[in-house]
């Protein structure tokens, strides 16, 4: 079955440290991106990347770093910089030839991360 | 800058009544794309449907229609016959095509919690 997974479903961490969230597709896309999703509120747009080896800063993109070195990889890593860090954390991915903007995303089932 | 607004934080109907979801947008492109999407309690995002903005036919699949005007710069989205399997979190979201503010991705709004009582 060709889809996204997303790992851990649930993590904790303690003030202070750095964690990675797993990001890994088998659709051939191109185009992979990280969300970010606060309780009431919409997804924000955190990194994204069209191509391997080479990503974009999306909206919030300030205490999180991300990697792209294989098509169906997309990490992203929460670091101690990031002041805010609990929420549920999305990522998606999708074609990018043709009209990239207009092509539909496909989304994870989410990690939900938890500073305590 | 891009925008997505919907004004209804939390619907409640009871089941078979039909209920409509607001959706309005800000943009400066002429051409951009608009999506629902649907959040159940899993929290995976479920893809309903994109729209081009050169196309504003509505849309109906099954229970679901969309009704796209861009004189008044609205894309709303009205389930027929509710059922208590609608619940979900639903999210209206636009892609520019020509100016992104430097980033790609979906711009989202917060959202409409849809609660269907049986």
């Known amino acids: 079955d060709g889809g996204i997974t997303q790992s851990p479903k649930y993590l904790f961490r303690k003030e202070g440290q750095n964690v990675t969230l797993s990001c890994e597709q088998n659709?051939?896309?191109?185009?992979m991106y990280w969300y970010r999703q606060d309780p009431g509120q919409g997804l924000r747009l955190i990194y994204y990347?069209?191509?391997?080896?080479?990503?974009q800063k999306g909206d919030i993109a300030e205490g999180y770093s991300v990697s792209r070195e294989k098509k169906e990889s997309f990490p992203l890593t929460v670091t101690s910089a990031q002041k805010n860090p609990t929420a549920f954390y999305l990522c998606?991915?999708?074609?990018?030839?043709?009209?990239?903007?207009?092509?539909?995303?496909?989304f994870g089932p989410g990690t939900r991360l938890t500073v305590l | 800058a891009q925008k997505v607004t919907q004004a209804q934080t939390e619907i409640s109907v009871v089941e078979k009544e039909d209920v409509t979801l607001d959706c309005v947008y800000e943009t400066r492109d002429t051409t951009y794309y608009l999506f629902w999407y649907k959040q159940p309690p899993s929290g995976e995002l479920v893809f309903l449907i994109r729209?081009?903005?050169?196309?504003?036919q509505n849309e109906i699949s099954g229970r679901y229609s969309w009704n796209f005007q861009k004189s008044t710069s609205s894309f709303n989205f009205t389930i027929t016959a509710s059922q208590v399997v609608d619940s979900a979190v639903y999210f209206c979201a636009l892609s520019e095509a020509e100016y992104g503010g430097g980033a790609d991705g979906l711009t989202f709004g917060k959202g409409t919690h849809l609660i269907i009582q049986p």
């Open positions: 998606a991915s999708s074609t990018a030839g043709g009209s990239p903007r207009g092509n539909e995303q496909f």
């Open positions: 659709l051939n896309h191109d185009a």
């Open positions: 990347s069209q191509i391997v080896n080479d990503f």
């Open positions: 729209r081009n903005s050169f196309d504003e």
